[in-house]
């Protein structure tokens, strides 16, 4: 009997040793990303809390308006203006009506309406209304393989010394007004040494490393 006790604890310490392992060392983390593809992959829902509001968007980006309807009287939701996205078909699922278009290069503001009536021309007895504001899933990002640059007022925040290699993109941020004049070299991304970190920004430069740049 003391045999099998032991044999059992044995076997349920190196279960639990096999777990432990792999919690800490197998289990992939999630990285959360911000590239474009993934800005561009995501999915806009609109619903009927959106009704009279302003939506953010990026170009070539999906959305889809969905709202519901009684399943007994008859009405439905229809498209009355699509605004620059042109028509979609409506599709009912239950008591849901939805609307999927797919952004191409606009951008702006864009408003789109529908009515809630019992055929496409019927009267309405009520309407939604939404605005699109579209926008570049790129704007306020620099450098990467297309080396976009920021505004003049602005400097290319990259990841730590990184400095746009390997197609990364850093965020465009407003450049400091006033800097001190503490000495604490640095090297700029763009290999020129800076007496600080905050001169190099007003500069329009993110810092590469500590310390002055290699000769």
Known sequence: MRYRSLVLLGLASLMFACVAETTSDDVDEPVATTDESELVRRSVVIDADDDGKTV???????????????GSNGYSW???DPGAFGATQRRSAGVLDSFSWNV?????????????AKSANG???????VTLAVTSALSGKCGGLAGLRCNGDEWCNY?????GRFDQ????????ERCRTQHQPVCGCNGRTYSNSCIARAAGVDVAASGPCAE
Do not use: D
């Open 56 to 70: 953010a968007v990026n170009q070539h980006q999906k959305f889809t308006i969905m709202l519901t309807r009684s």
């Open 78 to 80: 229809w498209l009355k």
């Open 104 to 116: 191409g290069s606009e951008t702006g503001t864009h408003t789109i309406e529908l009515a809630y």
């Open 123 to 129: 009267p309405p007895t009520k309407r939604f209304e």
């Open 159 to 163: 990841t730590t010394s990184v400095c």
């Open 169 to 176: 993109m850093g965020r465009c941020e407003p450049r400091p």
